[in-house]
């Protein structure tokens, strides 16, 4: 199934929900495509949904460019207020299911009114 950019945002907040991760560990999680991941974190970086924590060095890394940077990501308070705000938004519309099975006043198929 394709994903929207909203619902790969809101994978991407759900796989920080429990732990920081490196960009790496957060593709794992959500099966998106590392360019992509890297483009959304930063949105939610200019958000305020994420921020990033420079990740210490391990010692078999000193052989690596000065220049290499490895963050990891975490979800500020804004975050979480957003991932709780989704979970309540997930359990109204599961609490009611024939909400889906009404027609939408935007649907083709609603009845046009005449002037």
């Known amino acids: ?17 429990e732990k920081p991760l490196i960009s790496t560990h957060i593709l794992y999680r959500t099966g998106i495509n590392h360019s992509i991941i890297k483009t959304q974190l930063e949105t939610l970086t200019l958000l305020g949904l994420v921020k990033t924590i420079p990740a210490p060095r391990k010692p078999h890394q000193k052989s690596l460019s000065r220049n290499y940077k490895r963050n990891f990501y975490v979800l500020t308070q804004k975050g979480i207020d957003t991932i709780k705000t989704l979970e309540q938004i997930k359990f109204l519309f599961s609490e009611h299911p024939n909400v889906a099975s009404h027609p939408s006043p935007f649907s083709s198929t609603h009845e046009v009114l005449p002037k």
Request: aromatic content about 12%; hydrophobic content about 45%.
């Open 1 to 17: 199934m394709r994903r929207n950019k909203f619902l790969m945002k809101c994978d991407i907040l759900y796989a920080l929900k």
